[in-house]
């Protein structure tokens, strides 16, 4: 099983759309989740990381973490075709090294 | 500000052949240094990190080895090259190794093997 998984997509909205993508993770002792985006062909920038359960909200984003269920959310409201992107989510383990999801690909359609 | 550089961006190599990738960060002192490997739809794998020069831990035994010879210069390097080595290479920097550091990552360079 891997550590952390994520739905391949592609994950099409239309613009304006609000959008969710999502993780699971295997290891509960993680306490850091964080979302990168990666445009294609670049290297993956950070949206957004969190501690423990609860939310965090940066502008049209929010991410969520669910520890009881080890879920990982990140919600984008009023989608933009700029939004289009492949959204990686990370766990940090105990030894502060990054482990990945595979990636969820997104496009917004104007 | 911080920058951090990869080159080439893309390469085309044989099976068998030698490979050297770089990467450098201007902006910083004693960064830590990580190497990651992206293969086509899948997630980042973290292949080497370094916490200073000369020294280097490897996540993942293979091929491929990493070297540190200055503070801010990170060299992924291999001697024969693999099919299986294709992917997307990524280069990748911290201030420290505490979560609330973010890694910074570079272009990418993009290896083919034939």
């Known amino acids: 099983q891997k550590e952390v998984e994520q739905d391949p997509g592609p994950l099409s909205v239309p613009e304006g759309a609000i959008v969710s993508l999502n993780c699971t993770y295997s290891?509960?002792?993680?306490?850091?989740f964080m979302w990168y985006r990666q445009y294609s062909r670049k290297g993956p920038e950070l949206l957004m990381y969190?501690?423990?359960?609860g939310n965090k909200e940066d502008g049209r984003f929010t991410a969520q973490v669910d520890k009881s269920s080890k879920y990982i959310s990140l919600f984008i409201r009023d989608s933009q075709p700029s939004d289009s992107a492949t959204y990686l989510c990370?766990?940090?383990?105990?030894?502060?090294?990054?482990?990945f999801g595979g990636g969820t690909r997104l496009m917004v359609k104007p | 500000s911080q920058t951090i550089h990869q080159w080439p961006a893309t390469l085309v190599q044989p099976v068998g052949s030698p490979l050297s990738l770089e990467c450098t960060v201007e902006?910083?002192?004693?960064?830590?240094l990580y190497w990651y490997r992206q293969a086509a739809g899948r997630g980042l794998q973290l292949l080497f990190y370094?916490?200073?020069?000369?020294?280097i831990s490897s996540e993942v035994p293979q091929n491929l080895s990493a070297s540190r010879p200055q503070d801010r210069q990170f060299i992924l390097s291999s001697k024969k090259l693999l099919l299986s080595d294709s992917g997307f290479y990524l280069c990748?920097?911290?201030?420290?190794?505490?979560?609330?550091?973010?890694?910074?990552f570079g272009p990418g360079t993009r290896l083919t093997v034939l």
């Open positions: 990748a920097w911290s201030a420290t190794a505490a979560v609330t550091d973010t890694q910074y």
């Open positions: 290891n509960s002792a993680f306490q850091y």
């Open positions: 969190t501690y423990s359960s």
């Open positions: 990370a766990t940090m383990n105990a030894g502060n090294m990054l482990t």
């Open positions: 902006g910083t002192s004693n960064p830590n």
């Open positions: 370094s916490v200073g020069i000369g020294q």
